[in-house]
Every structure is written in C-alpha cells, then in structure tokens.
C-alpha cells in the first residue's frame, strides 16, 4: 500500500455487525476479567490502563505499518521516546554516541542525567559516516542519530551508521520525527529503533505531546517495552486519540508543507538579507545527496542563515511577522519563525557562523501570504538599520 493508504486504513475498528469509523475514546485504569481463564489470557494483551486501551493499540498499529517496524511503542512525549530507547540499551560504563546536531533537550538528557548513573556520551560530527567507526569501543551500545539536525539541518549517512552499528553490537537509535515516517524509513535503512516526537507531525494541530518509538525486531521491542514499563510511562488515551485522528491526514498535510517550505526556502535563498538557507531539498545543504538518496521527500522545517545583523533590526525583522508566530515545537498547521542559536549547542563540531540563524516552519498558510509576511519582516528590519 501507499502511504496515504497505510495511513487511512490502519488501527480502524472492525466490529460487527456495525462499528464507528474511528475508535472511540477509552479511558480505563482497572480492566476487569470475567473469568480466571480470561484473565490469564488478558495478561498477554491489556491488563491495565498504564499499558494501553483500544485507543493505544490503533495507534500503534498505524505508526508501525508507517515506520514498517517488528512492533512500536508510545511515549508522553518525543523526548520520553529518546529516553526510553536509549535506557533500554545501557548501563553504568557504556558510552552513548551521539549526533552533535541533535534536539536541545536530548543533549540535556545525555549530558545531565546519563553521566550522572555512569553512562558517558560522546558527541561526533553529523556528516562523519563510516568514520564513526573510529569512536566506537566495546563499552559503546547506542549510536543516536537525528536527520537532518533539528537547528542546523545536516542529513546523516543511516546506511553507513546501522553498518557500524552491526559491526560492533550496538544499537543505531533514529530520531525520526523531521520526516514523520512518511519521507524516510530508518529501520529499512538498518536502524535498529526509529523514534518520532508525534507532538508535530502526527498530531499536527498543536494540541497534545505524544512519542512514538519503533522497534525493528523482538527483542529490541522487548527492551524498548520493558524500558517504558520501569519508567511508569504513559499515553493519555484522549492524546492517542487525537494523534491517530491526525494520522489520517498526516500525508495530505506532508505534502502542503513539503511544497509550502520549498517554495518559502527557494525565495529566501533569493533575498539579499540571507546568506545561504539549510534545506535539505537544497543542494547547498549539507548531506543533500544523502537526502536525495534516502528520503523521498521533505518537510516544512528549515534553517536560514541570515547576514549580519544587529539585535534592533532583527527584533524589528520578529516584530513585524503576522503570520509566523514566535513559538517552541514545530509541525503544526500554523507557521512559526525563532531565533536559535547552534552554536550553544555544538561540541564535536562547533558551530563557527557569526551570523544570526533563523528556524522556519512552514504551515498550511498560502504560500503567497507567508512571503508577503516575510517581505514585512525584511522591511521592518531595513528600516531598523538605518
């Protein structure tokens, strides 16, 4: 099937003789078993509310024919997800490779609670590919990528990471979310787990947080399940609910944004106050033939470089914007423009551009009426030079 199919057809319910087209929302804590042998049985599927309802599986199910994994998994949120599928590979002594261009609060996590219980991350360059090789020890168990970097946009070699990967036992974790599953498929290109932060994408309506993570065979599934377990995470099944709702668009939406950010990302490129913008659809981007090769398509998520600029103007360029809001996550039907700063954030590899570095997310809007918007924006700044 297509992805529109898969996406549409999936975790539907199939009730006889009559059933709702969707599954309604089933709120449960305690399960209750009419017999003994019931109860036994249950044990093998929904026991109690913590580990899922009627809501929880359809969702699942919709996510792993998407991400075309053995079995996935929810998470309270995309960075519950990065945890999950990290802890479920380590402990005290091993090391975690990490991308340098991974999402803030992953950085955060690996920095200030892995090395507290004696797993040591490592950062390496997001374009290092088979050379990744040369970091790996006997202690490393998880390589974790993100393609493209979430600030900074470099596109990784996957097939050459899962390949080192393979090579010494560890584990090649994928943050997967800039393409929803729908553009690009980890596990197929040999990761062993592929995690989206359904908060953007999936849901795509910017009201719930929800992660999804998965698993390309059992027993990393059973790793990944158990690791969910101890930490006491779970899905609300009204937030399950309104992330499948969103999955049933999830392709028609992709596409808008897909050709919404290209059309934003060609016209900047164009304009005297940018120095170059980080697409990967763009062959200006680092890892475009990666991206070219193992993506089948693109995003609204993008990074401009602007030229140099003093803080009145680009406070100006922010303030005039009446259609890009100023706001944290991404993937939503709304556009969303903010300043970040890469080179807080880098160590392998630091980020050495002096110039101020916007990220855009290009939403449902007309595509005419964001550069309008964005045209305001430039004027604003103009006039705050002089």
Not at 68 to 89: D, K
Not at 115 to 127: A, H, N, T
Not at 135 to 164: C, H, Y
Request: aromatic share 8%; net charge neutral; hydrophobic share 45%.
């Amino acid at each position: 099937m297509k992805e529109e199919t898969k996406l549409i057809v999936a975790g539907r319910p199939h009730r006889r003789p009559a059933h709702p087209v969707n599954h309604p929302v089933e709120r449960a804590s305690t399960y209750l078993f009419p017999s003994y042998d019931d109860f036994l049985e249950g044990a093998k599927n929904i026991t109690y509310g913590r580990l899922g309802t009627a809501n929880h599986r359809a969702l699942e199910e919709t996510v792993n024919l998407l991400e075309g994994g053995y079995e996935t998994r929810l998470a309270p949120s995309g960075l519950q997800a990065i945890v999950a599928s990290v802890l479920a590979f380590c402990q005290a002594g091993d090391q975690v490779l990490v991308s340098d261009a991974v999402y803030d609060p992953t950085r955060k996590f690996c920095d200030r609670f892995l090395k507290r219980f004696g797993v040591e991350p490592i950062y390496y360059p997001p374009l290092i590919g088979e050379d990744l090789a040369d970091l790996v020890t006997e202690r490393t168990k998880v390589i974790l990528a993100e393609s493209p970097g979430s600030l900074t946009f470099e596109v990784q070699d996957l097939p050459a990471l899962a390949l080192v990967a393979r090579k010494t036992g560890a584990r090649l974790v994928v943050d997967n979310t800039w393409s929803a599953g729908v553009y690009c498929k980890p596990i197929a290109l040999g990761a062993a787990v592929s995690v989206q932060a359904g908060t953007k994408y999936l849901v795509g309506h910017a009201d719930c947080l929800i992660g999804s993570i998965a698993s390309a065979d059992e027993e990393t599934a059973r790793a990944v399940f158990h690791a969910l377990l101890q930490l006491g995470a779970n899905v609300s099944a009204d937030d399950a609910w309104l992330a499948l709702r969103g999955a049933r668009t999830l392709a028609a939406r992709l596409a808008r944004h897909q050709e919404t950010g290209l059309k934003l990302a060609k016209w900047l490129s164009r304009r005297p106050e940018v120095e170059r913008v980080l697409h990967p659809a763009l062959k200006s981007c680092p890892g475009h033939a990666i991206w070219k090769r193992d993506f089948t398509g693109a995003s609204g998520l993008f990074g401009v470089v602007l030229k140099p600029v003093g803080l009145p103007a680009l406070k100006a360029f922010f303030n005039a914007l009446k259609l890009f809001g100023m706001g944290f996550s991404w993937g939503g039907f709304e556009s969303l423009c903010v300043h970040v700063h890469p080179e807080r954030y880098r160590t392998a590899e630091p980020w050495t551009e002096e110039c101020p570095v916007i990220r855009i997310h290009a939403g449902l809007e007309d595509a005419d009426d964001l550069i309008a918007d964005l045209e305001r924006g430039f004027s604003a700044m103009a006039a705050a030079k002089t």
